[in-house]
């Protein structure tokens, strides 16, 4: 679309730049701003050495779906003999992070041209980690009684002005070799 004129809100290179969890980090990294250690994983047999627990997920992929936590080396062998034949592992191969130890809720800041204009705040289902409503999270019903508190996080973000806007880290790098 943006090839024919068509007026887009997002550049396609950001784009890409958000949907590549693999590229998100590097962008992250390359710009200062504090994210998980993150690497590639492209061949079952070469579990990477880390130290547990971690996070095992598609490196483009949304709503939860393959994200596995895992405890230990033996758990991570496990989870990546279990998707070592799917077709986007094959293709793309899947990201170890370091787990960010779940606070059972989530914030989501929306921002454009560098203010904060959304947010939401996700609730973990009972017994979950992960915060996808896909897996069963909720909306905060309390979540106006919070708005202070995003607020705040907002407030925050203008004061850091790494963190202002996406748009300004996720431009794409020059070509690179996955590690």
């Known amino acids: ?13 950001v784009l890409l730049s958000t949907h590549d969890k693999l590229l998100t980090a ?37 709503w939860g779906l393959h994200v596995a936590r895992c405890d230990s080396e033996d758990e991570l062998r496990r989870q990546l003999d279990a998707i070592a034949e799917h077709r986007w592992f094959r293709s793309g191969g899947a990201i170890v992070q370091d787990l960010v130890p779940s606070s059972g809720f989530d914030l989501r800041l929306v921002v454009a041209r560098r203010r904060v204009v959304g947010a939401v ?26 708005r202070d508190r995003v607020r705040e996080i907002a407030r925050e973000s203008a004061r850091r002005p790494q ?9 794409p790098l020059a070509p690179h070799t996955p590690t």
């Open 1 to 13: 679309l943006s090839a024919r004129g068509v007026t887009i809100l997002n550049d396609p290179s």
């Open 26 to 62: 590097r962008l992250l990294d390359g710009a200062g701003i504090v994210h998980p250690e993150t690497r590639l994983v492209t061949a079952v047999g070469s579990t990477p050495k880390w130290a547990d627990p971690v996070v095992l997920k598609p490196r483009f992929g949304s």
């Open 121 to 146: 705040l996700r609730v973990s289902a009972e017994g979950e980690w992960r915060t996808n409503v896909a897996l069963g999270a909720q909306l905060a019903e309390d979540y106006l009684e919070r």
């Open 163 to 171: 963190l202002a806007s996406a748009a300004d880290v996720m431009r």
